[in-house]
């Protein structure tokens, strides 16, 4: 069975500046996507951005981008120019086609004024 | 923009009560998950339909939880009797039948078990 390991529970990042967030997997597929999803308190989950597990390059969305290494089964979010409304809990999930999302547990990221 | 429905958003049950919840995609979604979610975790499985027919259940307790998607639109996911160890919040999502297809999240029901 595929798992996702985030092994930061929390993470702070002052206000404009960048942070990236860990996420390793285990899986035996070659095709896949991985996926950061956030949560802010109080509110529902949101697609932050998505990566096909056959593309090479890193996917990116605005001031968000990720580290995509296949061989290592790692998958990292980095958040530049970090903003007081990226303050929320992010989680790192995995897909294979004709099965589900596999979320890791979540890391809570803090954004100081 | 369209959005999953989840109602009630919040509910409060004596243990050995019943209590269901409800959630209702976005329209031409065939996909449906129902997830539960333990404060401070990542959401886990409990069940997925692919249109009206069950994809997985197998991390549903079957003993005491029940889903259906009846007409392959909206949802229900019951609990009978509930215990203390119930209360979570439950997350129910949906997506397009395609490899990669985003999942869009309802904004959950938070259950307490007293």
């Known amino acids: 069975a595929q798992t996702v390991t985030q092994s930061q529970p929390e993470m702070s990042v002052q206000e404009a500046e960048t942070v990236t967030l860990s996420c390793t997997y285990d899986t035996s597929e070659s095709d896949y996507y991985l996926f950061w999803y956030k949560q802010p308190p109080s509110r529902q989950m949101i697609l932050v951005i998505r990566?096909?597990?056959?593309?090479?390059q890193n996917a990116t969305e605005n001031r968000f981008s990720v580290n995509f290494q296949k061989a290592a089964k790692s998958f990292s979010l980095k958040i530049s120019d970090s903003q007081l409304g990226d303050a929320a809990m992010y989680f790192c999930?995995?897909?294979?086609?004709?099965?589900?999302?596999?979320f890791g547990p979540g890391t809570r990221l803090s954004v100081l004024p | 923009e369209a959005e999953v429905a989840q109602s009630p958003r919040y509910k409060i049950t004596e243990k050995s009560q019943a209590v269901a919840f409800w959630c209702d995609p976005i329209s031409g979604h065939a996909t449906l998950y129902w997830y539960r979610q333990i404060l401070g975790q990542g959401p886990e499985l409990l069940v997925q339909?692919?249109?009206?027919?069950?994809?997985?259940d197998s991390q549903l307790p079957k003993d005491r939880f029940s889903a259906e998607r009846l007409k392959g639109v909206d949802s229900t996911l019951k609990i009978q009797p509930a215990e203390l160890g119930d209360s979570a919040m439950y997350l129910c999502a949906s997506s397009l039948a395609g490899a990669g297809a985003e999942a869009f999240f309802g904004q959950g029901t938070r259950l307490t078990v007293v």
């Open positions: 990566q096909e597990a056959y593309k090479q």
């Open positions: 999930a995995y897909y294979n086609y004709g099965q589900n999302f596999v």
């Open positions: 339909f692919q249109d009206e027919s069950v994809v997985d």
